[in-house]
């Protein structure tokens, strides 16, 4: 039997087609496919951004322990250069048989602060400054009429700066204001 026959003489007649919907059906293999493609596109989308991130979040991680490791060392041999640099003072001091024993501690001193300054290492140098307690520590405080209050006029021990960070405050004294006789 032909198809002419099936349908009374007629010609065969085609089913409408249908507009592909949205939500996928079991009858459209196609749409499902295309939801399960942008379903993995949304996922591969996602798994980028993430490891986008914990690549972000590692260099960050890294950088801030380099700084810390440095710091560490930093504070250690800060001790280290303020023995030398009392050294030197009282060597100088002292008489002309320990001048050859002041000069070696002063190119030790000299090499020792070439190898700060490598690593960006400088000195706060707060004499005559206001006192900022973001950089120095007051150990402190006399009544002068020779310098401003807030002002210091005294470092006991300087302080020291890791690029921008402030490895440890000056340790200063600071003017204040001398108090009236009355």
Request: hydrophobic letters at 40%; proline letters at 6%; glycine letters at 4%.
């Amino acid at each position: 039997m032909t198809e002419e026959e099936v349908n009374g003489g007629e010609e065969p007649t085609q089913e409408p087609t249908q507009e592909p919907s949205q939500e996928p059906t079991q009858d459209d293999p196609l749409a499902a496919a295309e939801a399960r493609a942008e379903e993995n596109w949304n996922q591969y989308l996602r798994a980028r951004a993430e490891m986008e991130n914990m690549r972000r979040r590692a260099e960050r991680d890294v950088t801030q322990a380099r700084q810390q490791a440095m710091e560490r060392m930093a504070g250690e041999l800060l001790a280290v250069k303020d023995s030398l640099e009392m050294g030197v003072q009282a060597a100088g001091e002292a008489n002309a048989d320990v001048q050859k024993l002041a000069e070696g501690a002063e190119l030790t001193l000299k090499m020792f602060e070439q190898a700060l300054d490598k690593f960006n290492i400088v000195a706060v140098e707060p004499l005559g400054q206001r006192f900022d307690p973001e950089a120095h520590e007051a150990m402190a405080a006399q009544p002068t009429e020779e310098a401003e209050p807030n002002t210091v006029i005294s470092v006991i021990q300087k302080g020291y700066r890791l690029g921008d960070r402030l490895l440890r405050p000056a340790m200063v004294v600071v003017a204040k204001a001398p108090e009236s006789s009355t």
